[in-house]
């Protein structure tokens, strides 16, 4: 299950333009709380407060949180936030609703384990992630941490597909129609076998130690010279 975290905020009365200029001159950030039966409400957070969040932990727009707001506690997920352009601060928020049996679409982080004892790494393979996250539409009540994908079995040129990973009940692929692409086991770079293939050669050319070297050829004896006339 994903970690749910707490989230202080709290309700603003102002809103539109002027109410949220007016909420970040008092140091907060506006934001709005919407989905569910309840009307959109209208929040602030602190701006350190938010800072942290986005900070801390996975993709936060995919991160769970649990805020109070007028007594009543609500499970959410961030939606959107908005940044200056120019300092890239937050300036502004959106939280959803997480309502019990309801679902939701979130990123969700790939974890890989069989590292030391898939074949096509023992051969010197790479592990090529195509998906770091993948898009899950999960129950609001069975939201899953990870996901984690073996590749124990695979070898070069093998590849992991969604297939292969074992989702909890009531998840899917947000992409559906098709057995997408997680992971791959790609050969060796074709650079380190052609740095590699320099070193052999020299190698091999190389005299085996302790050989003795061929014994130089012997000089040709000189012209006799010619005798002296009387």
Do not use: W
């Amino acid at each position: 299950m994903a970690q749910v975290r707490p989230l202080k905020i709290q309700s603003r009365d102002r809103t539109g333009t002027g109410g949220a200029r007016a909420t970040r001159k008092a140091g907060l950030i506006p934001g709005v709380l919407y989905g569910g039966k309840d009307k959109p409400a209208a929040i602030a957070i602190e701006t350190r407060e938010l800072e942290k969040a986005i900070t801390t932990g996975g993709r936060f727009t995919s991160s769970l949180f649990d805020i109070e707001l007028a007594g009543a506690k609500t499970r959410v997920v961030p939606r959107a936030v908005q940044f200056d352009p120019v300092t890239d601060r937050p300036v502004h928020f959106d939280l959803f609703r997480l309502e019990a049996g309801s679902t939701v679409a979130l990123f969700i982080p790939v974890r890989f384990t069989g590292h030391e004892v898939s074949p096509g790494l023992k051969r010197g393979g790479v592990l090529n992630v195509v998906r770091h996250e993948v898009e899950l539409n999960c129950p609001v009540d069975n939201i899953p941490a990870e996901l984690v994908g073996d590749l124990s079995t695979l070898n070069i040129n093998d590849s992991l597909h969604i297939s292969a990973f074992d989702l909890p009940k009531g998840v899917s692929p947000v992409i559906t129609g098709r057995d997408f692409t997680v992971a791959t086991i790609a050969a060796p770079s074709v650079k380190g076998a052609e740095e590699e293939a320099p070193a052999a050669d020299a190698a091999a050319a190389a005299p085996a130690a302790g050989a003795k070297a061929a014994p130089a050829a012997k000089a040709a004896p000189a012209a006799a010279a010619p005798a002296k006339k009387k």
